[in-house]
């Protein structure tokens, strides 16, 4: 079986973390080899980034520039590796949430994100991405009860995340094969039942 690509995206708040969790667990139960990584990071230049972006001020380009060069160090030392060696490869967050924060939540010009882009992976998307889709003021809700200081985006107001959340529904709009919506309003029982039928009628049949 071909291993894939799948990516998990939505608002900060949504609740992906413990989906991923669970599908990952899945798909080990069905004897696959599977890598679990996450962006901005999954290297070790990659976390260090990472730190910089989630607490250091920057300039939008800038930010867009260092989640690029992140994903090119992860791609090269990771997820082609993965994938080439026959893993399946599964990431919290990608190309699309650089789209969603960057273009959609802080503006930046929409030609300059595709050529990096294309720049930076010309020939590889995900098989599979899901989107969790939520009302950004739940959200915030969810992420204030964690108790769990916040980074430098998830301290932005919630026009900034419903911008965010407009921009990761376009992208799915465009790309609607790949990119499946989840409501993420509902219980974590029924979105964990809704992942795994879509994961196996998609990716294991
Ligand atoms: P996230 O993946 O949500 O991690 P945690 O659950 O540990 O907070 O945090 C990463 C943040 O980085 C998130 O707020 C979205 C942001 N981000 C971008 O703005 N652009 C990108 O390209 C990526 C990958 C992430």
Redesign the pocket.
């Known amino acids: 079986m071909k291993p894939r690509f799948i990516t998990f995206e939505g608002i900060?708040g949504a609740g992906k973390?413990s989906q991923i969790a669970a599908a990952v667990a899945l798909l080990r139960t069905r004897g696959l080899n599977v890598v679990q990584t996450?962006?901005?990071g999954g290297t070790p230049l990659g976390e260090k980034l990472?730190e910089l972006?989630?607490h250091d001020a920057m300039h939008l380009e800038t930010?867009a520039l260092l989640?690029f060069a992140a994903?090119r160090e992860h791609l090269a030392a990771l997820i082609e590796p993965a994938l080439a060696a026959g893993s399946w490869v599964v990431s919290?967050?990608?190309?699309d949430?650089?789209y969603?924060?960057?273009v959609g939540?802080r503006g930046l010009d929409e030609g300059r994100f595709a050529a990096l882009e294309r720049w930076v992976h010309p020939h590889l998307q995900p098989d599979l991405t899901f989107i969790f889709d939520l009302d950004p003021a739940i959200a915030a809700q969810r992420l204030a009860g964690t108790g769990v200081a916040p980074?430098r985006?998830?301290r932005e107001q919630t026009d900034f995340f419903r911008r965010v959340r407009a921009a990761y529904l376009r992208r799915a709009a465009a790309d609607p094969g790949r990119v499946r919506v989840i409501d993420a309003g509902r219980t974590p029982d029924e979105i964990q039942k809704e992942l795994e039928e879509i994961i196996v009628s998609h990716c294991l049949k």
């Open positions: 900060d973390s996450r962006e901005p990472r972006l989630l930010e989640m994903r919290d967050r990608f190309t949430a650089t969603a924060y960057q939540g980074d985006f998830e």
